[in-house]
């Protein structure tokens, strides 16, 4: 029983069919559609034939999903095909109590703890702890500390770290190796874009469409219709950077980050392919101006200093973002002269300017700025019209 689609026996197997790009190749070969689909329609849990199956079937069916995903890796069907997937793998963990070294966790014993601390740490002497409890406190679990520190996204008080370890309980091993999945599966994803295949096309809309229904709800379609922004449901990093950020900042805030979220939550919501153009979204650039490069604007001039007094060229490098081109007034039929960018990924975000990303509760799983807002808006929705319980969207990305 395959416990990591990423390590040990999983990787065997790739290799056996001559690594990853060649078992994609032959998955069309040794897979049916409606099999592979059974990983992402189960509801309340995964089913035992998902849980018990050959080796084989599990990573052929497991790397079928992210061929279908590479068709458009982002949105909403990555979070929800991540989480499903993790979820079956985490239930097998479960189950047989161990991790396999998956993630670089490995089991601690008694032995390994100084007694004073493992008292400390598990509550031993405090009466009222029930044995479920106190099971979870129980530290059975280490992690080398330069692992636990890229698969982990709490904060490091919540762990006891010894001699480059982090000691866990089961509750927080779990936790990690959620994280660890979440990285290995964008990593893979990121290595596997822009594949083409017939195949896969029909796989990723198959599979978009079966989560589509069951989230009761066209808000993520492609066919969506544009809706009018909440700027209350933006995530924190958007917000930050409406209200206007100081120079080292306004340029990736404003007219990378903020041009492009808004744009797309404004207008498409959920690109159908990778190279949408605002053209096949809106009637005129009029729209573009008056609800997205406006507020862009706003948003420079509350900057210090306000970004477009300081750099008035920029402007053109907005609408470029928009895939104008580089220009201050385009015509719709400039729509597609460069690439619509797509609003980077929250790592990326991180990466060039960390101090706008402050994540909130919901940005717990979350991989894109979009992602959380598309998110709110459903639970927003299903709050508002009752409907969607339990679809498992509300969760999707928290893997
Ligand atoms: S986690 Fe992502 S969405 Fe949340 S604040 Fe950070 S960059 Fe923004």
Redesign the pocket.
């Known amino acids: 029983m395959i416990l990591d689609p990423f390590g040990g026996r999983a990787a065997e197997i790739i290799e056996e069919f001559g690594g990853l790009m060649k078992t994609l190749m032959i998955i069309p070969d040794y897979v049916d559609p409606d099999e592979v689909i059974k990983r992402v329609s189960w509801e309340d849990k995964p089913p035992d034939e998902l849980i018990d199956m050959n080796d084989i079937e599990d990573v052929l069916g497991f790397y079928a999903l992210l061929g279908a995903l590479s068709i458009k890796p982002y949105g909403f069907e990555v979070e929800e095909v991540m989480k499903r997937n993790a979820e079956i793998y985490l239930h097998r963990i479960r189950l047989v109590g161990r991790f396999d070294g998956a993630a670089g966790i490995e089991a601690v014993g008694r032995e390994d703890l100084p007694s004073r601390d493992a008292f400390i740490l598990e509550r031993r002497g405090l009466r009222g702890v029930t044995p479920e409890e106190r099971e979870n406190l129980r530290i059975a679990y280490r992690i080398h500390l330069s692992d636990f520190l890229k698969f982990w996204e709490g904060s490091l008080k919540d762990v006891y770290v010894r001699s480059g370890y982090a000691y866990l309980s089961k509750p927080q091993a779990l936790e990690v190796w959620r994280g660890y999945f979440r990285r290995r599966f964008s990593e893979v994803l990121r290595s596997i874009e822009g594949l083409e295949s017939e195949f896969y096309k029909g796989l990723n809309e198959k599979m978009g469409e079966l989560i589509r229904k069951r989230a009761g709800s066209t808000l993520y379609t492609g066919s969506v219709k544009a809706q009018p922004l909440r700027f209350d449901l933006f995530?924190?990093?958007?917000r930050?950077a409406l209200e206007g950020v100081p120079s080292g900042m306004r340029n990736y805030a404003i007219t990378v980050l903020l041009t492009s979220f808004l744009s797309y939550a404004r207008f498409c919501p959920n690109p159908s392919r990778k190279d949408v153009r605002l053209r096949d979204c809106v009637q005129s650039v009029r729209e573009v101006e008056e609800e997205v490069v406006s507020v862009v604007i706003d948003a420079g001039n509350r900057c210090s200093p306000p970004l477009f007094e300081d750099q008035p060229n920029e402007i053109k490098n907005v609408w470029y973002h928009l895939g104008f081109g580089f220009t201050e007034k385009p015509s719709l039929d400039d729509s597609g002269s460069s690439v619509w960018y797509f609003p980077?990924?929250?790592?990326k975000?991180?990466a060039n300017v960390p101090q706008?990303?402050?994540?909130?509760e919901?940005?717990?799983g979350?991989?894109?700025?979009l992602?959380?807002y598309l998110r709110r808006l459903f639970r927003e929705k299903q709050r508002q019209g009752g409907d969607g319980a339990g679809t498992g969207a509300e969760g999707g990305g928290d893997g």
């Open positions: 995530p924190p990093c958007v930050m980077p990924n929250c790592d975000i991180r706008l990303c402050n994540p909130d919901f940005c717990r979350i991989r894109n700025p992602t959380y």
